[in-house]
């Protein structure tokens, strides 16, 4: 199971974790591997994060060692825009799995953003392995 994001952006640390290692039970050992992309990010950027469950797009305004604060767009249909009150919360960094590159700008206001079919597809992929990696 991996989180995959950007392949070729090293913005991304890999890891390679034993499951054993994460046990601290004397259960039989299973030599299971399990890759874990790390995304590495930095206040203002545009991330995908796990929130109650969902994915969702938003931008991190501040961090800290363990939690990013991540004010949220919300869906409107296939794209996204800033909601009329911020939706605005801590995060912990982990709960974190994608970085996108950019938004784009949409309609004639301009106040819609949309994001590429390729990072619609690494958001869903990477959200699916978060899934596993925490429903184990």
């Avoid at 990013?68 to 800033?82: C, D, P």
């Avoid at 996108?100 to 959200?127: A, M, Q, V, Y």
Wanted: charged share 30%; with cysteine; net charge negative.
């Amino acid at each position: 199971q991996t989180y995959d994001g950007h392949s070729n952006d090293t913005s991304h640390t890999k890891e390679t974790v034993n499951q054993n290692e994460l046990q601290e039970s004397n259960e039989i050992q299973n030599e299971d591997f399990y890759e874990i992309i790390i995304v590495e990010v930095s206040v203002d950027d545009f991330i995908a994060c796990v929130y109650e469950g969902q994915w969702y797009i938003g931008k991190i305004l501040d961090m800290d060692d363990e939690d990013v604060q991540v004010t949220f767009l919300e869906r409107a249909k296939a794209m996204f825009r800033w909601p009329t009150s911020p939706d605005t919360i801590w995060c912990k960094k982990s709960d974190v799995f994608y970085k996108l590159d950019h938004l784009e700008p949409s309609g004639k206001s301009k106040r819609f953003w949309k994001i590429s079919p390729e990072d619609r597809t690494r958001i869903e992929n990477n959200f699916e392995a978060y899934e596993m990696n925490t429903n184990k």
